[in-house]
């Protein structure tokens, strides 16, 4: 998404960390995702098949609940209250 690679961006989040380290970080962690990601093929090869929606529809409702999200609320524009309303009053001139 920022056109870095992964060391690049570990190094504006951790610049106190040497290089090597982080690259056995990110390592670790790319071989750890990699390891976990067959347990799931099974499943998504059936949703895919059985729900009738699109990948990308189905890639949006998985991001939205990873990312905490159930429902988007109404919120005011100017404050992000929930439940308010931005009105714009417009008279005649």
Excluded: C, H
């Amino acid at each position: 998404m920022t056109g870095k690679t992964n060391e690049q961006n570990a190094l504006l989040l951790f610049p106190d960390w040497d290089q090597d380290q982080l690259s056995q970080v990110i390592q670790e962690k790319e071989a750890l995702f990699e390891s976990v990601v067959p347990v799931f093929m099974k499943q998504v090869e059936e949703l895919l098949n059985s729900s009738g929606k699109t990948p990308v529809e189905l890639l949006a409702k998985a991001l939205a609940k990873a990312a905490g999200y159930g429902d988007i609320k109404k919120r005011s524009i100017l404050s992000s209250m929930e439940n308010y309303a931005t009105l714009l009053q417009a008279g005649k001139s």
